[in-house]
Structures are given as structure tokens and as C-alpha cells.
């Protein structure tokens, strides 16, 4: 792997971020590699949060460094990290319920009438950002009734859908998407996993952090293991089975190099089914 | 969500049915409200349909209705403002105090009164932002000071012998008859200005962002503490020029004015349909609203029921106006 040529979209470095007496992060590194779905996994506590929010700027590190196509980056605030063409979808929907489609998709990103009526009167130009939107919502495959529709009025798919072709929209270089499926049904979560292969399959690499492991091992390319607060493995969900991720998520087994896993806890590791 | 297979053709951006969109319009009930008032008390009182009393309602509701501008903005945020008539009392007495004094020209007491009210909006506004507070602790404390406040300033003085210019809104112009206040005039064009700046500029878009969801509003890059911090300023220089209406219309600098114009604009806004839990309303309907109180006073009035239920009724019309909104906001979840 250290031998391609292939520069990491995003990295860090040794990445320290303490809470007082907790260590959230201790040292944990982290490889994007171009036009993949990268999942994040790890227990409650591991540090997978912490890790994110520092990739998006909404925690500033303590220590180590954040490299973005090659290049350190500090990002203060997630408009920061936005800037920078970080764009992250929330877990909790992260839309304005009362604003329409469009308005949404542009949010804090508004276009002006061009002239004097967008330069002096500030007006906005909602046919230019409903068309936008609507072509943005079709490259996504997004079939929506109506953007002059609030969003209050969607399902909480088509919500999700919102929020991700807003992110994809604005995305330059990552889309981190932060549980997309945890608040929807069976149907929806497929519907949003469908969506993010298409935002891969247009090149943008997707981090997406997720508790479900089904999803995981359905949409990543590759999975990283975050472990009290450090990376403790890299893996390719053909290599290992769900059974063993979550073992190595646990600290049952722990991968050396490669594909060689090790059963470090044959107690915890049996209470799995491991043997 | 449906996932189509063919891109959503050109039907995506044309809406579902303009009239069920008309019929969603949270303006729609006031609207209705008001034209069934007018239509009651029109059968009731031959003297209620006329231009000449029609621009006494607006020139009734014209203060209290630019309160309610201001209050309708905060009250998008999520906020609500309990100061705002005794900011307008205080701006009052300045204006009428520095021009009646002769400290300063008429035209320089007006502007400083209209500065202090937006820098009283503005301490509201850093308070709430800056530390943050509750919008209502923080009013109710600054109701209390700025009443204080003016009745230090004016002695408990009524102020008299205001210059012309302070009145100047009170003056009176001609429609086809009908005799109209430059007062009335300025505070229907605020409306408008509101309106406008509400739907069609990015700030507007933001406001109702805001009032939505703080997080949701700051993690889309919004600056939320800039942005309220500039709606509270803003609502307090609107209390101004609320403040040289007043002075206009009663041709005084009162230091008792405005005491119950505090919640007489929650009325207004609420009966507009704007939800006290932020994000959805319109400032039209806040017009809407304060015309619904103004007919019914001037009408019931006519119809000669007895002031005390005047008030009954406006009361009875905010909670069914609270209960609407409660309601479908409910359906919408």
C-alpha cells in the first residue's frame, strides 16, 4: 500500500484531542483514498465522533496534522472545512424544516439577481436556484414532487436526499454523511444507500460513519476500525466477516498487517462465536 | 422518497397544485378572519364601510403594528420581545424631550431617538446571543429598566410643544376623498419593505433558518450570532420609527405610552399566524393581524359593545389563532 502513487484525498496524522481528564482521540490516523466509500466504525467512546468532527472542523485538534489532497489543512469552524470542499450530512436532517427545497440546497450559499436588483435590492434569484437544484436532485436520481415544496412536507428519506444532494452539491473534494440512515426505514436506508454508490460513482470519495453494520459491509469499499480513540485497523469487508469486524472493533481480535487477524481475548472472542 | 429511474422531468420544479400551495399559506386564515369581520361589521353598522374609517383603523393600528413588525422578526428567530413598547416610550421621550428642549435641531432628536432604540435592541440582542440568555428573561428585565428609564428621564413629565417636524407623520393627505396620515403611508411601505426583505434576500432566508433550528442554521454557515444579534437591532430601530409614530399621533412625548403594546404586538403576530416557536409566519400577516384587532375595536365599537369586551374577544381570537397554529403544526410532523 505505502508503495502507489495514489495520494490520499484526505489524511490525519496523529491526532490528540483531550477533554480534561478524557482522551478522545489519541493518536489516530486516517486514509481516504480517491472515489471511495470509506466507512467508520468503532464502539461508543472510541472516538469515532471526535474523529469526524476534527476531519470537518467542528473540533479542533490538540495535536497531529490534517492533510487534504496533499496538503496540511486547519480548518476553525466547519464553514472552514467547507471552504476547503469538506461538506458533511448530519444525522438528525439537517435541514431548515419551514424553508422549501431550494432554499435549503442554497442555504448560506444564496444566488442574486444579477444587475442592480442582486447587487442593491439583494434580491434572490429563486428560478436560477430551483433549476439548480433541480438538476442536482436528477444527477442523484432524487424524485421529489415539488422544490417549492418545505421541507417539512417530505418524508424523512426524501429529507435525507435533500441534505445529501445539497452536500454533493457543494462537495469539492469529501462527503462525510454522519449515521444517514439511523433516523429512516428499511426501504428509505436502502434508497439512501443507493445514493451514496451514485455519489461515488461520480468520483467523490465518501466517509460514512454508521452503527449498522448490515449497510456497511453492503456499500464500503474499505472499513476503518477506531478503537480507544486510534485507528486499530484498515480492512476490506471481503476479507473479514461481520463477526469479526465487531471483534476487532471490541478488541477481541486485533489486525497486525494486512489481512492476518489475531485473536487477542479468546473469552470475548468465543462469546461471539469466534474460535 | 421515490427513486426514479428516468430524471425527474420539468414538473419537479412546477409545484403540485397552485391552490393547494394558496390553501397552505399560513396567511390564508387572517386573511379570511379579517374579510368576514369587515363583512359582519359592515351588515351591523351602516358607518363601518367607508375610506374615512377605514384609514381611522389604520391610523388606530399604525403604532402597534410597527411594533409588531419588529416583534415578527424576533419572534421567527424563536425569540419573543416583552420590551418593545417601552422602548418606543423611551425613544418618544428623547425624541420629544431633545426638539421640545431645543438642545438640538428636530430632525437630529428624531435620529437619536431612532439610534438609542436600535442600541436598546441591541443590548437585547447581545444579551441573548453573547451570554446567551433566554429572549424572554432578557426583555422582561429590559422592559422594567427602559420603563424606569423614562420616567427618570422625563420626570414623569408629559412632554408638549413638540416642533413640527416631530408630528410631521401625522399630517394628512387625500386619496380620492379619503383623508390618509403620511403615518399610515410609512407604515404600510415598512411592511412592504419587510416582506420583501423576509423572501427575497438571503438575510430573510436565514432569519427563518434560524428560527428553524440554531444548529441546523450554523452548521450551513449561517453566523447565527451575527444574525440575531442583527434582528434584534434591527427590531429596535423599527421600535423608533414606532416611537416618532406615536409622538405624531398624539402630538406628545408620553412617558406612560406603549405599556400594554408589548403583548398587543405578540397579538398581532400570532393572529397574523407567525408560529411562536419560530421559523414559519409572515410579516403580512402581521398586518393582517393588527387590521383584525383594529376592526374589531372600531367595529364593535360602532356597534356600541362596550370596550371591556372588545378585549374579551381579542383574547378569545389569540387562543383559537395559537390553537391553529398548534394544530397543524402537528399534522405537519
Not at chain 1, 474499505?222 to 485497523?233: D, E, K
Amino acid at each position: 500500500m505505502t508503495d502507489t502513487p495514489v495520494v490520499p484525498v484526505l489524511q490525519a496524522r496523529g491526532l490528540v484531542k483531550r477533554y480534561g481528564q478524557v482522551t478522545a482521540l489519541d493518536g489516530a490516523d486516517f486514509d481516504l483514498m480517491p472515489g471511495e466509500v470509506l466507512a467508520v466504525i468503532g464502539d461508543n467512546g472510541a472516538g469515532k465522533t471526535t474523529l469526524i468532527k476534527a476531519l470537518t472542523g467542528a473540533v479542533q485538534p490538540d495535536e497531529g496534522e490534517i492533510i487534504l489532497e496533499g496538503a496540511p489543512v486547519r480548518f476553525r469552524d466547519p464553514l472552514d472545512a467547507r471552504r476547503h470542499g469538506i461538506e458533511t450530512v448530519y444525522q438528525d436532517l439537517a435541514v431548515a424544516a419551514s424553508l422549501d427545497i431550494a432554499s435549503n440546497m442554497f442555504l448560506g450559499r444564496e444566488l442574486r439577481r444579477r444587475g442592480l436588483l442582486g447587487t442593491v435590492f439583494r434580491m434572490l434569484d429563486h428560478k436560477r436556484m430551483r433549476k439548480e437544484s433541480a438538476r442536482h436532485m436528477a444527477e442523484l436520481k432524487i424524485g421529489l414532487p415539488s422544490l417549492t415544496q418545505a421541507v417539512e412536507t417530505l418524508s424523512g428519506g426524501q429529507r435525507q436526499g435533500v441534505a445529501v444532494a445539497r452536500a454533493v452539491a457543494w462537495a469539492e473534494h469529501v462527503v462525510v454523511m454522519d449515521e444517514p440512515t439511523a433516523a429512516l426505514g428499511v426501504k428509505e436506508s436502502g434508497q439512501v444507500l443507493d445514493m451514496i454508490r451514485r455519489v461515488r460513482d461520480r468520483g467523490l470519495p465518501v466517509i460514512l460513519i454508521s452503527h449498522n453494520m448490515p449497510h456497511v459491509f453492503e456499500i464500503a469499499d474499505r472499513i476503518h476500525v477506531q478503537r480507544l480513540g486510534r485507528r486499530v485497523a484498515q480492512i476490506r469487508p471481503g476479507d473479514h466477516d461481520m463477526a469479526e469486524v465487531v471483534a476487532i472493533m471490541t478488541g477481541a481480535l486485533r489486525v497486525e498487517s494486512g489481512k492476518d487477524a489475531v485473536i487477542t481475548d479468546q473469552d470475548a472472542a468465543r462469546a461471539i462465536g469466534l474460535s | 422518497m421515490t427513486t426514479t429511474t428516468t430524471p425527474p422531468g420539468p414538473s419537479l420544479a412546477a409545484g403540485p397544485s397552485r391552490l393547494r400551495r394558496a390553501l397552505g399559506t399560513p396567511t390564508l386564515g387572517p386573511l379570511a378572519a379579517l374579510l368576514l369581520a369587515c363583512v359582519f361589521f359592515s351588515l351591523n353598522s351602516d358607518r363601518f364601510l367607508s375610506g374615512g374609517n377605514f384609514s381611522l383603523v389604520i391610523q388606530q393600528v399604525m403604532v402597534v403594528g410597527t411594533l409588531a413588525i419588529g416583534q415578527t422578526l424576533i419572534i421567527l428567530t424563536a425569540g419573543i420581545d416583552l420590551s418593545n413598547g417601552a422602548i418606543m416610550a423611551f425613544g418618544g421621550i428623547v425624541m420629544a424631550k431633545l426638539a421640545a428642549d431645543g438642545v438640538v435641531p428636530p430632525l437630529v432628536a428624531i435620529a437619536i431617538g431612532l439610534l438609542v432604540c436600535a442600541a436598546f435592541g441591541a443590548v437585547n440582542g447581545l444579551l441573548v446571543t453573547a451570554i446567551p440568555l433566554p429572549p424572554f428573561i432578557v426583555t422582561l428585565g429590559m422592559l422594567n429598566v427602559v420603563f424606569a428609564l423614562t420616567h427618570v428621564y422625563s420626570a414623569d413629565q408629559t412632554v408638549v410643544n413638540l416642533p413640527a417636524p416631530l408630528t410631521a407623520l401625522g399630517d394628512t393627505f387625500a386619496i380620492g376623498g379619503t383623508t390618509v396620515t403620511y403615518g399610515s403611508l410609512l407604515t404600510i411601505l415598512l411592511f412592504l419593505l419587510f416582506a420583501y426583505l423576509l423572501s427575497q434576500t438571503a438575510w430573510g432566508r436565514h432569519v427563518y433558518a434560524l428560527g428553524n433550528s440554531p444548529e441546523v442554521a450554523r452548521l450551513t454557515g449561517i453566523r447565527t450570532g451575527r444574525l440575531t444579534l442583527g434582528v434584534y437591532t434591527v427590531a429596535g430601530l423599527v421600535y423608533g420609527i414606532a416611537a416618532l409614530l406615536l409622538v405624531s399621533r398624539t402630538g406628545v412625548g408620553d412617558p406612560q405610552a406603549g405599556q400594554t403594546d408589548n403583548l398587543d404586538s405578540i397579538t398581532a403576530v400570532v393572529l397574523g399566524g407567525t408560529s411562536l416557536f419560530g421559523g414559519r409566519g409572515l410579516v403580512i400577516g402581521t398586518l393582517l393581524g393588527a387590521l383584525i384587532v383594529g376592526v374589531f375595536r372600531n367595529g364593535l365599537q360602532l356597534m356600541g359593545v362596550p370596550s371591556i369586551y372588545q378585549t374579551l374577544i381579542t383574547g378569545v381570537l389569540v387562543i383559537l389563532a395559537v390553537t391553529v397554529d398548534q394544530l397543524s403544526r402537528r399534522r405537519n410532523r
